[in-house]
């Protein structure tokens, strides 16, 4: 069984620029949810994706979007990034169906992101 | 609103002792899953329970036990006999059985435990 993947993993980008973060599922998993966490913080929910589709999100802006693929990888981008952007970016990925999710959500080991 | 409070930021104890890291959680929910995860140094945050609100009885995997009282909104874990590899940040996390949330994990702001030999 293959664990959740998460490339790159660090990336230094400049105020302003764009990113793409990249998660793979865990085999067997159909759901993938992104967290930001901050130094010394809880990991923020940032949205979750479900059959290709956004599932539910949490109190982040416009500029963070995602994309989920038939093989359930996904993709974080952030656009015009910010200092504040900077963080360790999870994903983590689960079971879900009928749209009761009772899965355990199971982390990669993150991409650590620095905006100078 | 859902909330997770971890109220102790860190904690030192040495080898062979016991600790409990505490947490208190807030929901309207009737129906809720409660979480403990581990981060080590490396980042990966690592599952190690999970408890359905319905499901009050306390458990106990080898040196690790949590204890759930619906009725002061508490999910407490305990390790016994600490170990150097304990040495981590414990996280809390609540999550709300309504779809409308995206069954996201609501998380406190974790425990840093220091396990000295």
């Known amino acids: 069984e293959t664990g959740v993947t998460q490339s790159p993993t660090h990336l230094i980008k400049t105020r302003g620029q764009q990113v793409t973060l990249r998660c793979s599922s865990q085999s067997g998993h159909n759901t993938v949810s992104w967290y930001q966490q901050a130094l010394g913080q809880g990991p923020q929910f940032i949205f979750q994706?479900?059959?290709?589709?956004?599932?539910g999100r949490g109190n982040f802006p416009p500029r963070f979007s995602g994309l989920q693929f038939p093989n359930y990888s996904s993709e974080l981008n952030v656009n015009a990034l910010e200092l504040d952007d900077s963080a360790l970016y999870l994903c983590a990925s689960s079971l879900a169906g009928g749209g009761f999710s009772y899965g355990e959500q199971y982390f990669g080991p993150g991409t650590r992101l620095t905006v100078t | 609103a859902q909330k997770v409070t971890q109220a102790q930021t860190e904690i030192s104890v040495v080898e062979k002792e016991d600790v409990t890291l505490d947490c208190v959680y807030e929901t309207r929910d009737t129906t809720y899953y409660l979480f403990w995860y581990k981060q080590p140094p490396s980042g990966e945050l690592v599952f190690l329970i999970r408890r359905n609100s319905f499901d009050e009885q306390n458990e106990i995997s080898g040196r690790y036990s949590w204890n759930f009282q619906k009725s002061t909104s508490s999910f407490n874990f305990t390790i016994t006999a600490s170990q150097v590899v304990d040495s981590a940040v414990y996280f809390c996390a609540l999550r709300s059985s309504n779809s409308n949330s995206g069954y996201a994990l609501n998380f406190g702001k974790g425990t840093s435990l220091l396990v000295t030999p």
């Open positions: 994706y479900y059959r290709e589709e956004e599932n």
